[in-house]
């Protein structure tokens, strides 16, 4: 089982130095959910690439220039805002990669987005709500973040799920997934649904179910009425410019 945590803010585009700080202060709040989160390598975007490790501010800081050029020469007259960010894992070589969750991370503040991708969540095993709870928790306490949500991907057999492509329940909104955060006060009584509902910052972290498991009908019944009132108390904003 796959859980993606997607927070969103303002599109904001930063020169390297300024972007290599705004991802040392997400992952210094990620560091205090768990030691794996503690060390974080870039993702070579080729064969004969080395990760570099980000506490080598020098080393990130050029690979993010060239990151840079490299996208003004490959698409002249695109807007930087569409590539602006950094990609990182939490381990050097696929195999303890694998060992540690096979964790990502994609700070992209030109788009305005952050995703934290735990790609092995069955490593946390009875720990696994809590982790993602957790992540959640620490990727959110940014005041600039306006919406989070947590997209699950499970496999049984040769079959694939994703929640937000076949469990959802508007194609034509944000969904708020497993669990995640809206920028507005909310308590238990508006999502009674919802198993766990606790005001963070300015706004509010919901989860939907303790147990996610989107082969199971009632366990997906409930994050869709969750989201459902989420909709009704308008917090699940349109994606699309017709609504």
């Known amino acids: 089982m796959?859980?993606?945590i997607r927070c969103k803010m303002r599109p904001q585009v930063l020169e390297a130095k300024y972007?290599?700080?705004?991802a040392g202060d997400v992952l210094s709040r990620l560091s205090s959910v768990t030691g794996e989160f503690g060390k974080w390598w870039s993702v070579p975007n080729h064969a004969r690439g080395s990760p570099i490790a980000f506490k080598d501010r020098e080393g990130m800081i050029k690979l993010m220039v060239q990151h840079e050029r490299d996208f003004r020469a490959k698409y002249p007259g695109v807007s930087l805002s569409a590539s602006n960010g950094i990609l990182l894992a939490n381990a050097e070589?696929?195999?303890?990669?694998?060992?540690k969750g096979s964790v990502a991370i994609a700070i992209n503040p030109g788009p305005g987005e952050i995703r934290l991708d735990i790609g092995r969540l069955q490593v946390a095993q009875?720990?696994?709500a809590e982790l993602v709870w957790?992540?959640?928790?620490?990727?959110?306490?940014?005041a600039k973040i306006t919406l989070a949500q947590t997209n699950i991907m499970q496999a049984v057999g040769r079959e694939r799920r994703l929640y937000s492509l076949r469990c959802g329940v508007f194609p034509h909104r944000e969904f708020l997934g497993w669990m995640g955060y809206v920028d507005q006060?909310?308590?238990e009584s508006q999502v009674p649904d919802a198993v766990r509902v606790e005001r963070?910052?300015?706004g509010t972290m919901i989860m939907a179910t303790e147990d996610v498991d989107l082969f199971n009908a009632r366990s997906v019944e409930q994050m869709n009425?969750?989201?459902i009132r989420l909709a009704e108390l308008g917090l699940l904003p349109a994606i699309t410019s017709s609504l």
């Open 126 to 128: 009875e720990r696994a």
């Open 185 to 187: 006060p909310v308590d």
């Open 19 to 22: 972007l290599y700080e705004h």
């Open 225 to 227: 009425r969750v989201e």
């Open 200 to 202: 963070h910052g300015r």
């Open 93 to 99: 070589g696929e195999e303890k990669w694998a060992a």
């Open 2 to 4: 796959k859980a993606t």
């Open 134 to 142: 957790s992540s959640l928790k620490a990727l959110t306490a940014d």
